[in-house]
């Protein structure tokens, strides 16, 4: 199948149909792998007791942002235009309305895990040392309100995400229609609504991300290492493992979101044309930050060995557990 996609003012024509296939291929891929595994997430934190309310309220929302995100992202931005452009032209200027969509679940997610990481470095710097805190009955007051906080400000700057968007005329597979696509002026010749929707994508996807993850995670590498060096090191302990998952999504999220953030600031520093290699890189970089949506419940299961446990529990596949194994995850003591 060769896909080719052709603009009226493009000044380069770069036949990259194949490549654009195979994206599709990964971004479907990453659906059917990423949306019934992140499913699960809430299911097993619920019905185990692994980790502190706090914590499993953020994680809940996480898993739930990640479906529907995965569920969305591939279909709208490389199944249709590729497969089925009539269905994906007739969206017309509710298109506007799914890239706003998409930014908010995708910003949503990532300011999901910068709480997460503020707070095991919170949990850990109060605890001076790993321990078990005791578990409490119920979400907090203050989870509530950073959860509602966080969504409220990503849905306001979604809004303002859309303006980074213009209607444009383009061919797909030989039909043509209009769809919105990335404005393509640099940052000083746009309006005011256009940089206000700029700055709130770099702000939300790039500075905060990565000035509050870089350093938490050094410090949170750092405890880790302090702790295998003391006397108190327990090699079983669940604490060193859960803050090893923040750690590994965290840093996934880093390495997987960085290409995206060198891909606009290079086509903010240069004069460029939204053709067909220009939305061969935003594909692959969308691409990329699906496979970090849906690498987060894999996380979990490959460093945590009781949310492994609790996900044979909930797949009944536990049979042969003794009854002092099962006991013991539903009777855990949750830290944040």
Wanted: net charge positive; glycine share 4%.
């Amino acid at each position: 199948m060769n896909t080719t996609v052709e603009f009226e003012d493009a000044t380069k024509e770069v036949n990259v149909g194949i490549y654009f296939v195979i994206l599709s291929i990964i971004g479907g891929i990453i659906t059917i792998v990423g949306v019934p595994s992140n499913a699960l997430v809430y299911p097993i934190l619920k019905s185990s007791h692994i980790v502190s309310k706090d914590t499993y309220f953020y994680l809940s929302v996480l898993s739930i942002l990640d479906v529907c995100y995965l569920s969305i992202g591939p279909i709208y931005i490389l199944i249709l235009p590729i497969y089925l452009p009539e269905y994906y032209f007739a969206f017309g200027d509710k298109c506007y309305l799914v890239c706003g969509i998409l930014y908010f679940l995708a910003n949503s997610s990532v300011l999901f895990v910068v709480t997460l990481t503020l707070q095991r470095v919170k949990y850990l710097h109060s605890s001076k040392k790993l321990i078990t805190l005791r578990r409490k009955p119920n979400v907090s007051i203050q989870a509530k309100l950073i959860g509602t906080a966080i969504l409220l400000l990503c849905a306001i700057v979604s809004i303002a995400q859309i303006y980074e968007y213009e209607m444009d005329i383009i061919t797909l597979n030989g039909k043509q229609g209009e769809v919105c696509l990335p404005i393509s002026k640099r940052f000083y010749q746009r309006t005011i609504s256009e940089a206000i929707g700029f700055t709130a994508q770099v702000t939300i996807g790039f500075v905060i991300p990565y000035s509050v993850i870089i350093p938490s995670n050094l410090y949170l590498l750092h405890y880790l290492f302090m702790y295998t060096r003391s006397p108190n090191y327990r090699r079983k302990n669940s604490d060193f493992y859960r803050t090893f998952s923040i750690i590994a999504i965290s840093t996934l999220l880093v390495i997987l979101y960085l290409p995206r953030l060198v891909f606009f600031v290079y086509y903010e520093i240069y004069e460029h044309t939204i053709n067909q290699l220009f939305l061969l890189k935003l594909y692959t970089t969308v691409v990329l930050r699906m496979g970090n949506n849906a690498t987060h419940f894999y996380v979990y299961s490959l460093v945590q060995k009781k949310f492994r446990k609790a996900l044979c529990i909930k797949l009944r596949c536990t049979s042969n557990l003794p009854v002092t194994a099962m006991e013991s995850i539903t009777s855990i003591e949750g830290c944040a």
